[in-house]
């Protein structure tokens, strides 16, 4: 029994030491960069009540929240996605605010499913919501603060890919596809399983030049020039629209000076059905999905009372770490503070000297020396701080260099 609970449950895992000190610089780092831009931090609870996850939100399948109940019989979740909470949160202290609300968060997130090949249930997130701003500038915005917050963390060598929900949904609009159908063309669109969309579309009947076009959504990852053809290949006011707004962003995107990232893929869609314009994901080499996702959700916080326009983005922190390892990109880990090693009958000498480095705030750790017969220079090998000192018995202080 003893022996078991020394293992976490499948699916969580113990992050400590270099590993735990480079993500608390990956999550500095990002969380600098979003600041640049003017956004202010939040912090909501790691459990709400269930409903602000439901199904009519359109966030996390209940299947997979983690759900429990509290002593008066209300059933409560841990979040799933951080997005809902901040539209909660927004609705309710800036019911009647008009300018732009800005908010950064970081803090854990909880996935209750097994099928994660091999993926965490419980991961790192940081990320950012721009409220109360429906333009096209505000899209750009998002999309720059993600790309200067991966340049930050070392990242050289990632793409954003971009894609409009309103093109999908306004080609499954004329084509007459109800909403459960819709779903499900999402999902294998989603996952560019092009057989599968193709035998969907064949069991509804649907129209074989609205097939056509729908198919290819999941065939094909396109440049800016693609756009032209995209459009010519509509005729719905809707997916018009949205070609339009993908054409406008990537013009303020340039102004940036960010274009060599961009890239645009029409059957990006997300499993979160709360979004509702340009949506995106970033890529990089080392993990097979995408570090960084978000897009527009205009009529998320209308279901919490407050009509207003939004969009975010979110980093798992993880993943981001685990490209950057396999890149060869882990951040230093500079060294930090001052240890005091001891022989036994020094103690007090040590004390007195770090009392005085901690009074000016200086982390010290004060240890005695290893009885081994093993030399300080070998022992002091891993050891990352900025000095080392040992005091002896006879009140001498030697300092080793590091």
Known sequence: MKKSLLHTPEGVRDIYGEEYARKLIIEQKLHETISLYGYQDIQTPTFEFFD?????IGTTPSSQLYKFFDKEGNTLSLRP????????????YFMDETKPIRLTYSGNTFTNTSNLQGKLKEVTQLGAELMMEPSVEADAEMISIIIDAMKS?????????????????????????????ELNLRDFISAKNYFGAQELLTQQKVRKDYAQVLLRLADTVQGASDLTEAKA????????RAIERLEQLY????????????SFDLGLLSRYNYYTGVIFKGYTYGVGDAVVTGGRYDKLLSHF???????GFVFVVDDLLEALSRQNLKPDVPADGVLILYEK????SALQKAKQLRSQKVKTELMPVPESKVSCESFLRGINRQKVFLIKQNGSCQEFGQ
Do not use: H, M, W
Request: proline letters at 3%; a negative charge; charged letters at 25%.
């Open 52 to 56: 602000v996850y439901s199904r009519e």
């Open 81 to 92: 996605d951080f997005t809902p909470s901040c539209a909660r949160c927004a609705a309710k």
């Open 153 to 181: 963390c070392g990242l050289k060598n990632f793409q954003i890919t971009i894609g409009e929900v309103e093109y999908f949904k306004g080609i499954c609009s004329q084509a007459g596809l109800n909403e459960e159908v």
């Open 233 to 240: 290949l509509v005729d719905n006011e809707r997916s018009l």
């Open 251 to 262: 013009s303020v995107l340039c102004e940036y000076g960010v274009e060599k990232y961009i």
């Open 305 to 311: 009372g407050k009509n207003a326009p939004a969009i």
């Open 345 to 348: 009958e020094a103690f007090l």
